[in-house]
């Protein structure tokens, strides 16, 4: 089974300013998928930013930007120009890349929270 | 275009009672599941089907039951209800027909059930 470790369980951070969140992933698998995903107060599960293992180029989605490191198993989030909008809880979820098994697996999540 | 659609928003049940969350989906996805959110503990899968006619078991798959009754719809039924059972469950799917493996889940709104 993966898992998934997301060792912040807050943030906050200024409005304008930049927050980086730490997700760290356990697998033996060499070719997986992760992904970022925000669930603002609303409690809607909306999709930030997606990266394939087997890129080595980190993924960006205009203000959201990652730091794919594979051998050390870490996938961290930046959020830059923080926007009050920014303010909710970001989990990190992994996949492996195995037709039938398609089971995302997720963190235990961190509340950011944009101060104006 | 609904995307998932979840029904009830809300549910109170006291300990022993049954009832049925529904899922349905409108855009032909192939795979469905059922999680449910926690304080502290991220989502947790209880049941996914990797397509129509499947269904296997998640990470806490007790006490819970599934049904995909076609490929819109993907049923989580609670037979005897429990207080631990207190939790918001989302359904999700993903991956239409020829889509990729990294197709990113999309979330229904959520139910919050509890169990007195």
């Known amino acids: 089974a993966q898992t998934v470790t997301q060792s912040q369980p807050e943030m906050s951070v200024q409005e304008a300013e930049t927050v980086t969140l730490s997700c760290t992933y356990d697998?033996?698998?060499?070719?997986?998928?992760l992904f970022w995903y925000k669930q603002p107060p609303s409690r809607q599960m909306i999709l930030v930013i997606r990266?394939?293992?087997?890129?080595?180029q980190n993924a960006t989605e205009n203000r959201f930007s990652v730091n794919f490191q594979k051998a050390a198993k870490s996938f961290s989030l930046k959020i830059s120009d923080s926007q009050l909008g920014d303010t909710a809880m970001y989990f990190c979820?992994?996949?492996?890349?195995?037709?039938?098994?398609?089971?995302?697996?997720f963190g235990a999540g961190t509340t950011v929270t944009v101060r104006a | 275009n609904a995307g998932v659609t979840q029904t009830p928003k809300f549910q109170v049940l006291k300990t022993g009672q049954s009832m049925t969350l529904q899922c349905a989906q409108d855009m032909n996805h192939n795979s469905m599941y059922w999680y449910r959110q926690d304080p502290g503990m991220g989502l947790r899968l209880i049941y996914y089907?990797?397509?129509?006619?499947?269904?296997d078991k998640g990470e806490v798959p007790n006490g819970y039951n599934v049904s995909r009754l076609n490929k819109r719809e993907f049923s989580l039924r609670l037979e005897s209800a429990a207080p631990s059972q207190t939790s918001v469950y989302f359904c999700?799917?993903?991956?239409?027909?020829?889509?990729?493996?990294?197709?990113?889940?999309?979330f229904g709104n959520g139910t919050r059930l509890t169990v007195t």
């Open positions: 089907s990797a397509s129509e006619g499947t269904t």
């Open positions: 999700a799917s993903r991956v239409p027909t020829g889509g990729g493996d990294n197709s990113p889940l999309h």
């Open positions: 697998t033996s698998e060499s070719n997986y998928y």
């Open positions: 990266q394939e293992a087997y890129k080595q």
């Open positions: 979820a992994f996949m492996k890349h195995a037709v039938g098994d398609y089971k995302l697996s």
